[in-house]
């Protein structure tokens, strides 16, 4: 009997039409040695993994954070979601593009969750991420070659770095209540779900499906452990 042909990890992600693994890792690796995909850069890749140019070349044309020109030499990222928006993101974005669009050294590029809401509204510098205000400050340090490696915490009102107001994490805080009765036990995930319902939240991945419904549904399937997240 011939023996079945070894399926390589990685041809999942594709439809099994290439065989061996993704070449997504090898081209973010270059990218951030290089900063972009310079055109020989892909060739060698090719070359060195035995896999077609046009298979790395579509992978770079599909992708859109793949560059095939260099970048210039400042990046400026601006976050325009949910909680940028709501601490008055769009005034910053507005403020930045109308500063740095004309300058050819810098890139401004509105991008969804930098991850750090706790500076909302949010900016990157070269991957450095701060809280917009920040934003000259970087991009000086950035064309000067002096951007710190570690992102430096916006200090709160005691000046070091203590609660915000409204902080949700802050002892007393009455938000996420029903979470942090559902955690000591206070209430069962039935009263989580009711709870979820009457409030109507819905999710925010384009459907706008009803989140108590969802909980409803996830809790109602057989086995576990279950996550919600």
Same mark, same amino acid.
């Given at each position: 009997?011939?023996?079945?042909?070894?399926?390589?990890?990685?041809?999942?992600?594709?439809?099994?039409?290439?065989?061996?693994?993704?070449l997504i890792p090898?081209?973010?690796?270059?990218?951030?040695?290089?900063?972009?995909? &310079?055109?020989?850069?892909?060739?060698?890749l090719a070359r060195?993994?035995?896999?077609?140019l046009y298979e790395?070349?579509?992978?770079?044309?599909?992708?859109?954070?793949?560059?095939?020109?260099?970048?210039?030499?400042?990046?400026?990222?601006?976050?325009?979601?949910?909680?940028?928006?709501?601490?008055?993101?769009?005034?910053?974005?507005?403020?930045?593009?109308?500063?740095?669009?004309?300058?050819?050294?810098?890139?401004?590029?509105?991008?969804?969750?930098?991850?750090?809401?706790?500076?909302?509204?949010?900016?990157?510098?070269?991957?450095?991420?701060?809280?917009?205000?920040?934003?000259?400050?970087?991009?000086?340090?950035?064309?000067?070659?002096?951007?710190?490696?570690?992102?430096?915490?916006?200090?709160?009102?005691?000046?070091?770095?203590?609660?915000?107001?409204?902080? &949700?994490?802050?002892?007393?805080?009455?938000?996420?209540?029903?979470?942090?009765?559902?955690?000591?036990?206070?209430?069962?995930?039935?009263?989580?779900?009711?709870?979820?319902?009457?409030?109507?939240?819905?999710?925010?991945?384009?459907?706008?499906?009803?989140?108590?419904?969802?909980?409803?549904?996830?809790?109602?399937?057989?086995?576990?452990?279950?996550?919600?997240?």
């Amino acid at each position: 009997m011939t023996a079945g042909r070894v399926r390589v990890p990685g041809v999942e992600a594709r439809a099994g039409r290439f065989p061996g693994p993704s070449l997504i890792p090898a081209l973010n690796l270059i990218q951030e040695r290089r900063g972009w995909l &310079p055109r020989e850069e892909p060739e060698t890749l090719a070359r060195d993994t035995r896999r077609p140019l046009y298979e790395v070349e579509g992978l770079v044309s599909f992708y859109p954070h793949y560059r095939t020109e260099p970048p210039p030499p400042v990046a400026v990222h601006v976050c325009r979601d949910l909680s940028c928006w709501l601490q008055r993101g769009q005034d910053q974005i507005d403020a930045v593009h109308g500063r740095y669009d004309p300058d050819p050294d810098v890139e401004v590029v509105e991008v969804s969750c930098l991850g750090r809401c706790d500076l909302s509204p949010a900016v990157a510098v070269n991957e450095q991420p701060a809280a917009a205000e920040a934003t000259d400050d970087l991009v000086t340090a950035a064309r000067t070659g002096t951007l710190p490696r570690v992102p430096a915490a916006r200090p709160g009102p005691d000046g070091h770095g203590g609660p915000w107001p409204n902080d &949700p994490y802050a002892p007393g805080e009455r938000r996420y209540r029903v979470l942090r009765s559902l955690l000591a036990g206070t209430l069962t995930p039935d009263q989580v779900v009711a709870a979820l319902q009457e409030a109507g939240l819905r999710g925010m991945g384009g459907a706008g499906f009803p989140a108590g419904r969802k909980w409803e549904l996830v809790a109602g399937q057989q086995g576990g452990p279950k996550y919600a997240i």
